[in-house]
């Protein structure tokens, strides 16, 4: 799959295509449904099929305190969106003054003149250009004035509640696992680069592999018994999300014990699938209650997991 990254990246060649736009954060059932379907009219058309994502995302442009934590980063949309067939992601650089154009020019130099599309899928309640005045109402008819098809997405529904990435972050909020994972049809997980830590734990015999979270927000914050995918393998493991209070720690980060491991893999990448929250983040008067806790941790977590 191609990645594009900027509106200055769009070649000649890139024109023609079935697009999407939206944030599909998570890449959850409901957006799974609208990207087979988007595949499909891609191939009835011969064009490719397009994802238009924006980064940052618009909320943490205009309200970054009230952004909602994110599901998933730029590399995971990447490999999600490949896995399900699409053949382009165009990331463009959202800021106040992209924003600020009006929903005409959007609309004719970027869809119709560089990316020439045939086949357009939204929300109904996508609004786009100067003050949110482009929507739904005025794709339709600039897409009958310029011959393309639009139509808008369908809500995936499951038990009468609609998936939605808003509905994921409060089922993993309230620790429902199952059910998160249902919505997003594969386990919820965090994956990136082991980083060198101050190797706290492994002073006392739980050496951590650490992943530095490079967001502003995390939907999960907390213990958790963990499975840990490197290469091809899986390890048991129990993890911490959050910034280490009794460590007076500053960033957020991710922090997994894997059981039965000696080996040394910084710099390499691991996928972190979260099983089970044992408890909330605390903060421990001594680093000795902190290691007691962390041993129980480790217990109950191995028997969690060797439970199931």
């Known amino acids: 799959m191609e990645l594009i990254r900027g509106v200055h990246n769009i070649k000649l060649r890139h024109k023609h295509c079935a697009l999407t736009i939206g944030k599909f954060d998570g890449v959850h059932k409901g957006h799974q449904a609208v990207l087979a379907s988007l595949v499909k009219r891609a191939k009835q058309l011969s064009v490719p099929s397009v994802v238009m994502v924006f980064e940052p995302q618009p909320e943490e442009v205009f309200m970054p305190e009230r952004a909602p934590a994110r599901l998933s980063r730029l590399r995971d949309k990447y490999n999600a969106l490949k896995s399900l067939g699409i053949d382009r992601l165009l990331c463009l650089s959202f800021s106040k003054s992209f924003a600020a154009q009006s929903p005409d020019t959007f609309v004719r130099d970027l869809l119709i003149e560089k990316l020439g599309v045939k086949f357009l899928v939204v929300g109904d309640d996508f609004k786009f250009g100067h003050n949110r005045e482009g929507n739904f109402e005025f794709l339709k008819r600039a897409a009958k004035e310029n011959n393309f098809d639009v139509v808008s997405t369908q809500s995936f529904r499951m038990d009468d509640c609609r998936i ?46 650490n992943i530095l979270l490079k967001r502003h927000k995390t939907p999960l914050h907390g213990v958790f018994a963990v499975k840990v995918r490197l290469g091809n393998e899986y390890y048991g493991g129990v993890a911490n999300l959050g910034s280490r209070p009794t460590l007076n720690g500053q960033r957020l980060q991710l922090e997994t014990h894997l059981f039965n491991f000696d080996q040394q893999i910084y710099g390499q990448r691991i996928e972190v699938e979260f099983y089970e929250k044992l408890r909330d983040e605390a903060k421990f008067d001594s680093f000795d209650q902190l290691k007691q806790k962390i041993q129980d941790d480790a217990r109950q977590a191995r028997a969690i997991l060797e439970a199931n």
């Open 164 to 209: 939605s990435s808003t509905a994921i972050r409060a089922a993993l909020s309230e620790g429902d696992f199952e059910r998160a994972n249902f919505m997003l049809g594969r386990p919820f997980s965090v994956s990136g680069k082991v980083i060198h830590g101050e190797k706290n734990g492994r002073t006392i015999g739980f050496p951590t592999a």
